[in-house]
């Protein structure tokens, strides 16, 4: 992703959290009183972080990419998931977007993040290290090990219709006649049906996690999943306050009309360096992120 004004903008314990929802009045229980919401691990969300890391760089058309895409499609058909490869090609490049599916294909939730890795470390302080790979720990891996252990825990719920979506291309604007988020751009482009809301995760591992509103991202929809982490004990990880304008994948949602919003703490000193390394993401952090994103969707009904 980079940072940049998008021009058109549309409009714990489970007991502690039942005791909260019962005193404020202000939200609903996605599960029934007395079941138990699972719980989100964040070391083995962690463990996911580290094997990406293992595979090497995850640039589009190396081994180290289709290693993780055989990777990630084990684990969501591993956890119960209906699985699609999405091949296609955009601006002359092949991207591979993972499509993971629960219900039907209408009126859905859509949660993505990026699974490639960026192909030079351009940021890097130490310029004989700018034409090296860069790791992506932070950048790409974390939103990708969120999004599986989501897989893994969420129950199913009746009429609750979500996709998964590992979007390819994301992160090699700039370089050559590479451009942007790319794979959320051929979604759009060739989606069938495309969601009724979407909730990008980026860059949510740094271990000094602080996300605050991106300014572009639907007022509404963000607003509610703020609220969501204040009432589990996150409110000092997510700051209702704007910061950063971001070009990232829920931007070609929000050109098609679809409330989105991009969960992003863009304030990361290792950004596009080769210092994205696992060392810099916190188990802690992802479980913030995780926790949060689980009970906004056991809770979001989309008839509200």
Request: proline share 5%; hydrophobic share 40%.
């Amino acid at each position: 992703m980079r940072i940049g004004i998008f021009r058109n903008p549309l409009k714990v314990s489970l007991t502690s959290l039942l005791a909260f929802l019962f005193l404020s009045g202000c939200l609903k229980i996605g599960v029934q009183q007395g079941e138990k919401v699972p719980e989100f691990q964040g070391q083995r969300a962690y463990q996911d972080v580290l094997y990406q890391l293992s595979l090497g760089p995850r640039i589009p058309g190396t081994e180290g990419h289709d290693q993780v895409v055989s990777w990630i499609e084990s684990e969501l058909k591993g956890a119960g998931w209906q699985v699609d490869g999405e091949r296609t090609e955009i601006n002359n490049k092949s991207v591979r977007n993972i499509i993971a599916s629960r219900g039907g294909a209408e009126n859905y939730i859509l949660v993505g993040a990026h699974y490639d890795s960026r192909i030079y470390a351009d940021q890097d302080p130490d310029q004989s290290l700018r034409g090296e790979p860069m790791p992506g720990a932070n950048d790409g891996a974390s939103g990708v090990a969120v999004l599986l252990e989501l897989a893994r825990i969420l129950p199913a719920k009746a009429n609750q219709n979500i996709k998964l979506v590992f979007f390819d291309a994301e992160d090699n604007g700039g370089i050559a006649d590479w451009d942007w988020i790319l794979g959320s751009q051929a979604y759009v482009r060739d989606a069938k049906v495309l969601p009724a809301v979407v909730v990008i995760v980026d860059m949510i591992g740094d271990a000094d996690l602080q996300i605050y509103y991106e300014r572009n991202s639907d007022p509404a929809l963000r607003e509610e999943i703020w609220r969501m982490a204040a009432s589990l004990g996150y409110g000092d990880v997510f700051i209702p306050e704007e910061r950063h304008s971001m070009l990232d994948d829920h931007t070609p949602f929000l050109e098609a009309g679809i409330p989105a919003v991009d969960i992003i703490d863009f304030d990361y000193p290792y950004w596009h360096t080769t210092s994205d390394t696992g060392d810099k993401v916190s188990p802690a952090s992802l479980k913030a992120v995780g926790e949060t994103l689980e009970n906004w969707i056991i809770d979001f009904d989309s008839e509200d």
